[in-house]
C-alpha cells in the first residue's frame, strides 16, 4: 500500500522545539519533491511550509516559517524531517506531508505540495502553555 505516515508530534510550549518525521512506505521518496503543509484547527485553508527536492536537495521556506524550520531527508530511510525551532502559538495545526512530481518544487517552492500525489494523514502540533 502506498502511503506517507506523519509522525512526531504534540504539545510543546510557546519557543519550544519539535521535530516531524514523514516515512514512506510501497514506494521510494527517491523520486518526488516532498512538502509540508499544515491546517489550523477549525480552518479550510492549507498553508505549505516548505519543500525538498529529490535532484539536488534544494529547500524553499514560506516566509512564516524561515529561519525557525528546517527540512531534510533520508532517502535511505524513505524519511523526510521538518525540525520546528521557536514554535509558537500560531503554529498550532495538523502537520501533513505529500510527496509530489519532482519538478514541482522547481515551479511552486514552498507550495509543492499543491502538486501532491500521495500524501499523509497528518500529525497534530499543539503550541500552548
Known amino acids: 500500500q502506498v502511503q506517507l505516515v506523519e509522525s512526531g508530534g504534540g504539545l510543546v510550549q510557546p519557543g519550544g522545539s519539535l521535530t516531524l518525521s514523514c516515512a514512506a512506505s510501497g514506494f521510494s521518496l527517491d523520486e518526488y519533491a516532498i512538502g509540508w503543509f499544515r491546517q489550523a484547527p477549525g480552518k479550510e485553508h492549507e498553508e505549505g511550509l516548505s519543500?525538498?527536492?529529490?535532484?539536488?536537495?534544494?529547500?524553499y521556506y514560506a516566509d512564516s516559517v524561515k529561519g525557525r524550520f528546517t527540512i531534510s531527508r533520508d532517502n535511505a530511510k524513505d524519511t523526510v524531517y521538518l525540525q520546528m525551532n521557536s514554535l509558537k502559538p500560531e503554529d498550532t495545526a495538523v502537520y501533513y506531508c505529500a510527496a509530489a512530481p519532482w519538478s514541482s518544487a522547481v515551479i511552486a517552492g514552498w507550495d509543492c505540495y499543491r502538486y501532491r500525489e500521495v500524501w499523509g494523514r497528518g500529525t497534530l502540533v499543539t503550541v500552548s502553555s
Open positions: 519543500c525538498i527536492s529529490s535532484r539536488d536537495g534544494s529547500t
